[in-house]
């Protein structure tokens, strides 16, 4: 329904393409404000104007690997919507490599982009989503779920956002905040290409958007701490 993120204000990292933007256009099409978060500006921007402007929506550049870029665009982004309601840690990064050629920078950069980042951003806006009974969506992966050769960083760091949606989920149990993890399997996106190339994808980056807006308008509160395994 058109209107059923009405008066709400999102925040979505890794706007910029593929899931991220699909999630973003799904939110704004449901009533929601949208916050936008990337390394790309000049996406970010065009987004933007897609979504209505400065009425509808916000930017932010940002690496989320980076917690004073985070807290940064927090600000920034709380300045011209106001607090944030609904989270949701989108943005990742992949390399396809053996796990014994990993380099310190290279294991460490996984890390940080994929794990790391989830928590600096949801730090950021706690304040928000406390106050507010908010929801707190994180993009995991099948790879969080299970081993696949050759991401072996990828797999570790989505391991590790299971886990740090399942601790979120009960230590803000009793603030009413809905943390949840969306497990995608093979979805056509640029980020595929790049980790599995030559893969086949069995879903469009819409299939995960419209799981986002169930978890950010319709699930019920009771729904928390649980990774949704979206395979195709």
Same mark, same amino acid.
């Given at each position: 329904m058109a209107d059923e993120l009405a008066g709400k204000t999102c925040i979505v990292t890794g706007a910029s393409r593929g899931i991220g933007r699909a999630i973003a256009l799904r939110l704004a099409g449901a009533g929601a404000r949208m916050g936008l978060m990337a390394r790309?500006?000049?996406?970010?921007?065009?987004? +933007?104007?897609?979504?209505?402007?400065?009425?509808?929506? /916000?930017? !932010?550049?940002?690496?989320?690997?980076?917690?004073?870029? *985070? %807290?940064?665009?927090?600000?920034s982004l709380r300045a011209a919507l106001g607090p944030a309601d609904i989270r949701v840690n989108n943005a990742g990064s992949v390399l396809r490599a053996p796990v014994?050629?990993?380099?310190?920078?290279?294991?460490?950069?996984?890390?940080?982009?994929?794990?790391?980042?989830p928590f600096f951003v949801t730090r950021a806006f706690a304040d928000d989503l406390i106050a507010r009974c908010g929801r707190i969506i994180n993009i995991a992966s099948i790879a969080g779920r299970q081993g696949t050769p050759l991401?072996?960083?990828?797999?570790? +760091?989505?391991?590790?956002?299971?886990?740090?949606?399942? /601790?979120? !989920?009960?230590?803000?149990?009793?603030?009413?905040?809905? *943390? %949840?993890?969306?497990?995608?399997?093979?979805?056509?996106?640029?980020?595929?290409?790049?980790?599995?190339?030559?893969?086949?994808?069995?879903?469009?980056?819409?299939?995960?958007?419209?799981?986002?807006l169930f978890l950010a308008a319709r699930a019920p509160l009771a729904l928390t701490g649980s990774c949704i395994d979206v395979f195709g």
């Amino acid at each position: 329904m058109a209107d059923e993120l009405a008066g709400k204000t999102c925040i979505v990292t890794g706007a910029s393409r593929g899931i991220g933007r699909a999630i973003a256009l799904r939110l704004a099409g449901a009533g929601a404000r949208m916050g936008l978060m990337a390394r790309n500006g000049d996406a970010l921007a065009a987004l +933007a104007a897609e979504l209505g402007g400065p009425a509808r929506a /916000a930017w !932010a550049t940002c690496d989320v690997a980076d917690s004073a870029q *985070v %807290n940064a665009a927090a600000a920034s982004l709380r300045a011209a919507l106001g607090p944030a309601d609904i989270r949701v840690n989108n943005a990742g990064s992949v390399l396809r490599a053996p796990v014994f050629t990993l380099d310190d920078a290279s294991w460490r950069r996984m890390m940080a982009v994929n794990l790391d980042g989830p928590f600096f951003v949801t730090r950021a806006f706690a304040d928000d989503l406390i106050a507010r009974c908010g929801r707190i969506i994180n993009i995991a992966s099948i790879a969080g779920r299970q081993g696949t050769p050759l991401l072996a960083a990828y797999c570790t +760091a989505k391991h590790g956002v299971v886990g740090l949606t399942r /601790a979120l !989920a009960e230590e803000l149990r009793s603030a009413r905040v809905a *943390v %949840n993890a969306i497990c995608p399997g093979s979805v056509d996106t640029d980020m595929l290409r790049e980790g599995h190339p030559g893969g086949e994808p069995k879903m469009t980056a819409d299939d995960i958007a419209r799981t986002a807006l169930f978890l950010a308008a319709r699930a019920p509160l009771a729904l928390t701490g649980s990774c949704i395994d979206v395979f195709g």
